[in-house]
Antibody, heavy 121, light 111 residues
Protein backbone atom coordinates (compact mmCIF):
# COMPACT_ATOMS: atom_id res chain seq x y z
CA UNK A 1 0.00 0.00 0.00
CA UNK A 2 1.37 3.39 -1.01
CA UNK A 3 1.80 5.75 1.91
CA UNK A 4 3.02 9.34 1.91
CA UNK A 5 3.45 10.96 5.31
CA UNK A 6 4.37 14.64 5.49
CA UNK A 7 5.94 16.33 8.48
CA UNK A 8 7.65 19.58 9.37
CA UNK A 9 4.78 22.01 9.09
CA UNK A 10 4.04 24.62 11.73
CA UNK A 11 3.96 28.29 12.57
CA UNK A 12 6.80 30.45 11.26
CA UNK A 13 7.34 34.20 11.15
CA UNK A 14 7.49 36.11 7.86
CA UNK A 15 10.98 35.87 6.45
CA UNK A 16 11.61 32.61 8.29
CA UNK A 17 12.49 29.15 7.04
CA UNK A 18 11.03 25.67 7.29
CA UNK A 19 11.83 22.24 5.87
CA UNK A 20 9.07 19.81 5.01
CA UNK A 21 9.65 16.09 4.74
CA UNK A 22 7.62 13.32 3.14
CA UNK A 23 8.29 9.70 4.06
CA UNK A 24 7.24 7.35 1.28
CA UNK A 25 6.54 3.63 1.39
CA UNK A 26 4.79 0.92 -0.57
CA UNK A 27 6.47 1.58 -3.93
CA UNK A 28 9.93 1.87 -5.51
CA UNK A 29 10.54 5.48 -4.54
CA UNK A 30 13.43 6.16 -6.92
CA UNK A 31 11.34 5.14 -9.93
CA UNK A 32 8.82 7.95 -9.63
CA UNK A 33 8.79 11.71 -9.84
CA UNK A 34 7.36 13.49 -6.84
CA UNK A 35 5.71 16.87 -6.32
CA UNK A 36 4.64 19.29 -3.64
CA UNK A 37 1.18 20.79 -4.09
CA UNK A 38 -0.29 23.34 -1.70
CA UNK A 39 -3.75 24.59 -0.85
CA UNK A 40 -4.30 27.87 0.97
CA UNK A 41 -7.24 27.93 3.40
CA UNK A 42 -10.48 27.91 1.44
CA UNK A 43 -8.62 28.14 -1.88
CA UNK A 44 -7.76 25.86 -4.77
CA UNK A 45 -4.79 23.64 -5.49
CA UNK A 46 -1.46 25.15 -6.49
CA UNK A 47 1.43 23.02 -7.73
CA UNK A 48 4.64 24.16 -6.03
CA UNK A 49 7.50 22.00 -7.24
CA UNK A 50 8.40 18.66 -8.80
CA UNK A 51 11.47 16.44 -9.00
CA UNK A 52 12.37 13.49 -11.20
CA UNK A 53 12.93 10.03 -9.78
CA UNK A 54 16.72 10.36 -9.87
CA UNK A 55 16.59 13.88 -8.48
CA UNK A 56 18.43 15.17 -11.52
CA UNK A 57 15.62 17.41 -12.75
CA UNK A 58 13.66 19.89 -10.70
CA UNK A 59 10.81 22.24 -11.54
CA UNK A 60 9.23 25.15 -9.69
CA UNK A 61 6.20 27.40 -9.82
CA UNK A 62 7.11 31.02 -10.46
CA UNK A 63 5.67 31.99 -7.09
CA UNK A 64 8.33 30.01 -5.19
CA UNK A 65 11.31 30.02 -7.55
CA UNK A 66 14.44 31.14 -5.75
CA UNK A 67 12.88 30.65 -2.30
CA UNK A 68 11.96 26.95 -2.23
CA UNK A 69 14.21 23.98 -2.99
CA UNK A 70 12.93 20.47 -3.64
CA UNK A 71 15.18 17.49 -3.07
CA UNK A 72 14.98 13.78 -2.35
CA UNK A 73 17.02 11.09 -0.64
CA UNK A 74 16.29 7.85 -2.46
CA UNK A 75 18.24 5.84 0.13
CA UNK A 76 15.80 7.06 2.77
CA UNK A 77 12.66 7.11 0.57
CA UNK A 78 12.14 10.71 1.60
CA UNK A 79 11.15 13.88 -0.25
CA UNK A 80 11.99 17.34 1.06
CA UNK A 81 10.95 20.93 0.51
CA UNK A 82 13.26 23.58 1.93
CA UNK A 83 11.42 26.89 2.22
CA UNK A 84 13.13 30.22 2.96
CA UNK A 85 12.00 33.86 2.95
CA UNK A 86 8.50 32.72 3.79
CA UNK A 87 5.60 35.08 3.20
CA UNK A 88 2.05 35.22 4.50
CA UNK A 89 0.83 34.03 1.11
CA UNK A 90 2.77 30.78 1.56
CA UNK A 91 0.31 29.80 4.30
CA UNK A 92 -1.29 26.56 3.12
CA UNK A 93 -1.63 22.85 3.55
CA UNK A 94 1.30 21.28 1.69
CA UNK A 95 0.68 17.90 0.07
CA UNK A 96 3.34 15.44 -0.97
CA UNK A 97 2.31 13.73 -4.22
CA UNK A 98 3.53 10.79 -6.31
CA UNK A 99 3.57 10.67 -10.10
CA UNK A 100 1.57 7.88 -11.68
CA UNK A 101 4.08 7.23 -14.46
CA UNK A 102 7.81 7.36 -13.90
CA UNK A 103 9.06 10.89 -14.37
CA UNK A 104 5.81 12.31 -15.77
CA UNK A 105 5.12 14.84 -13.05
CA UNK A 106 1.62 16.18 -13.93
CA UNK A 107 -0.32 12.93 -13.36
CA UNK A 108 -0.52 12.39 -9.61
CA UNK A 109 -1.98 9.12 -8.36
CA UNK A 110 -1.26 9.32 -4.63
CA UNK A 111 -1.38 12.19 -2.19
CA UNK A 112 -0.31 12.50 1.43
CA UNK A 113 -2.62 13.82 4.13
CA UNK A 114 -0.92 17.22 4.06
CA UNK A 115 0.96 19.34 6.58
CA UNK A 116 -0.11 22.87 7.50
CA UNK A 117 2.34 25.74 7.18
CA UNK A 118 1.27 29.01 8.75
CA UNK A 119 3.33 32.14 8.13
CA UNK A 120 2.39 34.80 10.61
CA UNK A 121 3.90 37.14 13.18
CA UNK B 1 -5.83 33.98 -11.20
CA UNK B 2 -5.32 30.39 -12.34
CA UNK B 3 -3.72 29.56 -15.69
CA UNK B 4 -6.51 27.09 -16.47
CA UNK B 5 -10.02 28.53 -16.31
CA UNK B 6 -12.90 26.64 -14.75
CA UNK B 7 -16.36 27.82 -13.72
CA UNK B 8 -16.35 28.36 -9.94
CA UNK B 9 -19.56 26.39 -9.47
CA UNK B 10 -21.83 23.84 -11.08
CA UNK B 11 -24.95 22.04 -9.93
CA UNK B 12 -27.38 19.33 -10.83
CA UNK B 13 -30.04 17.07 -9.44
CA UNK B 14 -29.57 13.34 -8.81
CA UNK B 15 -29.53 11.39 -12.05
CA UNK B 16 -28.67 14.40 -14.20
CA UNK B 17 -25.61 14.83 -16.37
CA UNK B 18 -23.32 17.77 -15.66
CA UNK B 19 -20.22 18.99 -17.42
CA UNK B 20 -17.33 21.09 -16.13
CA UNK B 21 -15.15 22.97 -18.59
CA UNK B 22 -11.46 23.77 -18.40
CA UNK B 23 -9.92 26.31 -20.73
CA UNK B 24 -6.21 26.76 -21.30
CA UNK B 25 -3.74 27.73 -23.98
CA UNK B 26 -1.37 26.28 -26.56
CA UNK B 27 1.42 25.87 -23.98
CA UNK B 28 -0.61 23.67 -21.66
CA UNK B 29 -3.82 21.93 -22.77
CA UNK B 30 -3.03 22.58 -26.42
CA UNK B 31 0.13 20.49 -26.27
CA UNK B 32 -0.24 18.21 -23.24
CA UNK B 33 -2.76 15.85 -21.74
CA UNK B 34 -5.29 16.87 -19.10
CA UNK B 35 -5.93 15.32 -15.72
CA UNK B 36 -8.92 15.79 -13.46
CA UNK B 37 -8.95 15.52 -9.66
CA UNK B 38 -11.84 15.22 -7.24
CA UNK B 39 -11.51 16.63 -3.73
CA UNK B 40 -14.16 15.69 -1.22
CA UNK B 41 -14.55 18.04 1.77
CA UNK B 42 -11.69 17.74 4.24
CA UNK B 43 -9.73 15.18 2.22
CA UNK B 44 -6.76 15.06 -0.13
CA UNK B 45 -7.46 15.19 -3.87
CA UNK B 46 -8.02 11.98 -5.83
CA UNK B 47 -7.11 11.28 -9.45
CA UNK B 48 -10.35 10.99 -11.41
CA UNK B 49 -9.32 11.19 -15.08
CA UNK B 50 -5.84 11.09 -16.61
CA UNK B 51 -4.53 11.45 -20.15
CA UNK B 52 -7.67 13.37 -21.18
CA UNK B 53 -10.12 10.49 -20.96
CA UNK B 54 -8.69 7.56 -18.99
CA UNK B 55 -10.17 6.39 -15.71
CA UNK B 56 -8.02 4.83 -12.98
CA UNK B 57 -9.32 1.55 -11.68
CA UNK B 58 -12.11 2.07 -9.18
CA UNK B 59 -13.45 5.26 -10.77
CA UNK B 60 -17.02 4.69 -11.98
CA UNK B 61 -17.68 4.98 -15.71
CA UNK B 62 -20.15 7.74 -14.89
CA UNK B 63 -17.09 9.99 -15.04
CA UNK B 64 -15.64 10.80 -18.45
CA UNK B 65 -13.21 13.30 -19.88
CA UNK B 66 -12.56 14.85 -23.25
CA UNK B 67 -10.23 17.37 -24.83
CA UNK B 68 -10.42 19.51 -27.93
CA UNK B 69 -7.79 22.05 -28.86
CA UNK B 70 -7.02 24.17 -25.82
CA UNK B 71 -10.08 23.12 -23.82
CA UNK B 72 -11.13 20.07 -21.87
CA UNK B 73 -14.30 18.88 -20.19
CA UNK B 74 -15.30 16.56 -17.39
CA UNK B 75 -18.72 14.96 -17.64
CA UNK B 76 -20.56 13.27 -14.81
CA UNK B 77 -23.64 11.28 -15.72
CA UNK B 78 -26.17 9.79 -13.35
CA UNK B 79 -25.26 12.37 -10.74
CA UNK B 80 -25.18 11.10 -7.16
CA UNK B 81 -25.10 12.92 -3.84
CA UNK B 82 -21.60 11.59 -3.12
CA UNK B 83 -20.32 13.41 -6.22
CA UNK B 84 -20.64 16.70 -4.35
CA UNK B 85 -17.03 17.87 -4.25
CA UNK B 86 -14.49 20.24 -5.76
CA UNK B 87 -13.12 19.30 -9.17
CA UNK B 88 -9.80 20.49 -10.59
CA UNK B 89 -8.26 20.17 -14.03
CA UNK B 90 -4.49 20.16 -14.43
CA UNK B 91 -1.89 19.92 -17.17
CA UNK B 92 1.80 20.37 -17.84
CA UNK B 93 2.72 23.80 -19.16
CA UNK B 94 5.72 23.96 -21.48
CA UNK B 95 6.54 27.61 -20.73
CA UNK B 96 9.10 28.84 -18.18
CA UNK B 97 11.14 25.60 -18.16
CA UNK B 98 7.98 23.57 -17.56
CA UNK B 99 5.60 23.41 -14.66
CA UNK B 100 2.19 22.04 -13.69
CA UNK B 101 -0.84 24.30 -13.85
CA UNK B 102 -4.18 23.75 -12.13
CA UNK B 103 -7.59 25.20 -12.78
CA UNK B 104 -9.15 27.26 -10.03
CA UNK B 105 -11.55 24.47 -9.19
CA UNK B 106 -15.28 23.94 -9.61
CA UNK B 107 -17.51 23.28 -6.64
CA UNK B 108 -20.20 20.81 -7.66
CA UNK B 109 -23.43 20.91 -5.70
CA UNK B 110 -25.97 18.10 -5.93
CA UNK B 111 -29.34 19.70 -5.34
Amino acid sequence: EVQLVESGGGLVQPGGSLRLSCAASGFTFSSYAMSWVRQAPGKGLEWVSGISGSGGSTYYADSVKGRFTISRDNSKNTLYLQMISLRAEDTAVYYCAKARYGDYIPTIDYWGQGTLVTVSS
Amino acid sequence: QSVLTQPPSASGTPGQRVTISCSGSSSNIGSNTVNWYQQLPGTAPKLLIYSNNQRPSGVPDRFSGSKSGTSASLAISGLQSEDEADYYCAAWDDSLNGHVVFGGGTKLTVL
